[in-house]
Structures are given as structure tokens and as C-alpha cells.
């Protein structure tokens, strides 16, 4: 029988992830009273109750110093929380997937969540910034798709009611798994809806517009007969400004 013990602890208020999770220096992890124990049980409580004790959870990162403090949390932690803990020799704890000795790339962390169909992943990684005990530590959560959480890229396709709609809306919507309103103008029409086939800023400009709004992180505009594609990125669009940013693709 394991005993649960219940850890009474504050919040704090330099815990939001960026765009690679959460990162400090080493010993912001050390020094403040269950700093990493905060995180790590704020991904687990992201997970649905009632999927927790049947729910695959993969751990990796890439050995830096701390990592494997961090991995003893998240299985005391993952325990706790009704993942169920059978040690064994193959480094597969029951719903825990570890790493040999921790060590995990992120693109093998969401090669393998795709793969065991598991709930998410967590990444011990600061990436490219230095390590060591003077160094900085990360923890980051991929979601069930191998994604990074919070970080999703949000995709707008514009298709002006033209032949490539279904196509990308098998692909981008049904098979990897993008909202439905990701794909607008979807259903090839004789008249194109009363849209302009040339997928430019002129007859794209609703696209345009929309990127703006920052809802979106890429947007596309396919012509007529798919062979030309121009393409919005919003971090370009608000870094130069200007709606006149676009990478513009022909596949003639």
C-alpha cells in the first residue's frame, strides 16, 4: 500500500511558459521551496481526472543538471495523482514512458507520444542555453499530437471556394486534426462563391486582415487550380508591420 503524503505549497507568479515552456536558471529551481513540484503538477492537472490512472505520460530530456531531480518528482508526483508505478526493466513504468537515464530528444519525446498514442509528454530541456549547475533548466508539456502545449500553431487556409478545399480539408482538418473553421471556402463552386480566383493581397485581403488579429500563426491562399499558394506568417506581419509580407509559392 503506498501512502500519499500532501505537500502544502504557495503559488507563483513567474511561472507562465513561453514558447518552450517554462525556463529559469538552475538554481531558481533549488532555492524556491517546490518551485518544480508547481509546474509539474500543474501539466497532470491539465489531464483529465478520469483519464489519469489508464492515461500514458512519456518523460525525456536532454541530461542537463537537475534533469534527473526532476524526473523523481514527476514520478512521485504521477503517483499521487493515481498513475499507477510498477518498476521495470524495459524503463516503462506501467503509464510513465522514461527515457535511458532520462535522456530523450524533444523530437523523440513526440515521435513516441504519437506513437504509444500517450495523453502528452514532459521535456526536461533548456534547449540551446547553457547547463550545469550555473546554467538554466526547462520543463515543457507536448500534448497527445507530439506539439508543444500553449504553442500550437493556429493554421487559417483560404480556398475562395476553389478545387484544392477538399483536399486540404482531409489533410490539415481530418487527418492532423485542425479545428474545422480551420479551412474556409472548402466546397468548389462554379462561380467560386463570387471570389477572385488569384489568391493575392488584393482578393486575399480578408485573409490578411484576419491574420492581423493575431488569432492565427500561418495563413494560406490557394488560386484556382492549386499550383499557386501565398502564404502569411503573423510574426512577420506584426515584426515588418505591413500586410505586404507573404511568401507566394507556384507549383507549376
Request: charged share 15%; hydrophobic share 40%; proline share 4%.
Amino acid at each position: 500500500m503506498v501512502n500519499i503524503t500532501t505537500v502544502k505549497t504557495k503559488p507563483y507568479t513567474d511561472q507562465k511558459p513561453g514558447t518552450s515552456g517554462l525556463r529559469k536558471r538552475v538554481t531558481v529551481f533549488q532555492q524556491n521551496q517546490h518551485y518544480a513540484e508547481n509546474f509539474i503538477q500543474s501539466i497532470i492537472s491539465v489531464i483529465d481526472p478520469a483519464e489519469r490512472q489508464t492515461a500514458t505520460l512519456v518523460v525525456g530530456g536532454d541530461g542537463r543538471f537537475f534533469m534527473k531531480d526532476a524526473i523523481q518528482l514527476i514520478v512521485q508526483i504521477a503517483a499521487a495523482n493515481g498513475t499507477w508505478i510498477n518498476l521495470c526493466i524495459v524503463l516503462q513504468i506501467n503509464h510513465l514512458v522514461i527515457g535511458h537515464n532520462g535522456i530523450m530528444s524533444t523530437p523523440a519525446v513526440s515521435c513516441v507520444i504519437r506513437k504509444m498514442k500517450a495523453v502528452g509528454g514532459i521535456i526536461l530541456t533548456a534547449s540551446h542555453n547553457p547547463g550545469g549547475p550555473s546554467g538554466d533548466f526547462g520543463i515543457k508539456y507536448n500534448i497527445s499530437s507530439g506539439e508543444l502545449y500553449e504553442h500550437m500553431c493556429y493554421l487559417l487556409i483560404l480556398f475562395l471556394s476553389l478545387v484544392v478545399g477538399p483536399y486540404i480539408k482531409k489533410i490539415v482538418c481530418e487527418e492532423l486534426g485542425s479545428p474545422a473553421n480551420s479551412a474556409v471556402n472548402c466546397v468548389p463552386q462554379e462561380d467560386f462563391g463570387g471570389h477572385h480566383p488569384d489568391p493575392n493581397l488584393t482578393y486575399a485581403a480578408d485573409l490578411v486582415n484576419t491574420m492581423k488579429s493575431g488569432d492565427y500563426d500561418f495563413g494560406a491562399a490557394f488560386d484556382g487550380d492549386g499550383v499557386s499558394c501565398n502564404m502569411f506568417f503573423w510574426e512577420i506581419l506584426c515584426s515588418f508591420k505591413s500586410s505586404h509580407v507573404f511568401v507566394s509559392r507556384d507549383f507549376n
